[in-house]
């Protein structure tokens, strides 16, 4: 594995494994990612302590892992790339986008790929996402997607973190 992550090669999504393992094919590039909006966050933990009037110490700590979110603007006004943040369907020869009846989270697995060939792999991911269309001269219609990593169930990891290989400067 190279040893910096940096910078954003591509973001691709797919279908969930059942299996809870991250899918071996059928993930697809999503389209465009707007600079700098990118990042992979985990949340804070939450500790609840509790204590005797006895001692100056914790007796106890329980703790929770904040959840990991994935956050990125894309710009990619494709049917394809709507479908698979909004859900809806491709019309018209994949020329045009029909909204679902009403706006969901999805589920699917996502992949963030680097400029040294390292991934991020979530083998599965509820993602939300809000249209934020500037319709002036200077603006630019975009997507703001979020994604909260799940558990992929049957104890499986819910990321992984590698490179490609070869990586791309030996390939």
Do not use: C
Request: glycine residues 12%; proline residues 8%; aromatic residues 8%.
């Amino acid at each position: 594995m190279a040893k910096y992550i940096v910078g954003l090669e591509k973001i691709d999504v797919g279908a969930i494994d059942p299996s809870g393992d991250y899918p071996n094919s059928g993930m697809s590039p999503l389209g465009d990612t707007y600079q700098g909006t990118a990042e992979f966050v985990m949340g804070d933990v939450t500790t609840t302590t509790h204590r005797v009037e006895e001692k100056d110490n914790p007796v106890i700590v329980n703790y929770v892992f904040g959840d990991t979110t994935v956050r990125f603007t894309n710009i990619d006004f494709t049917p394809s790339a709507l479908v698979s943040v909004f859900g809806g369907e491709s019309k018209n020869n994949g020329a045009d986008w029909e909204a679902p009846a009403a706006f969901k989270p999805i589920e699917k697995a996502v992949g963030l790929y680097d400029k040294n060939g390292n991934y991020i792999k979530i083998p599965r991911m509820l993602l939300t996402a809000r249209f934020n269309v500037q319709l002036g001269r200077e603006g630019l219609g975009k997507v703001e997607v979020t994604g909260t990593v799940l558990d992929p169930g049957n104890d499986k990891p819910p990321l992984i973190i590698g490179q490609v290989t070869p990586p791309p400067s030996e390939a």
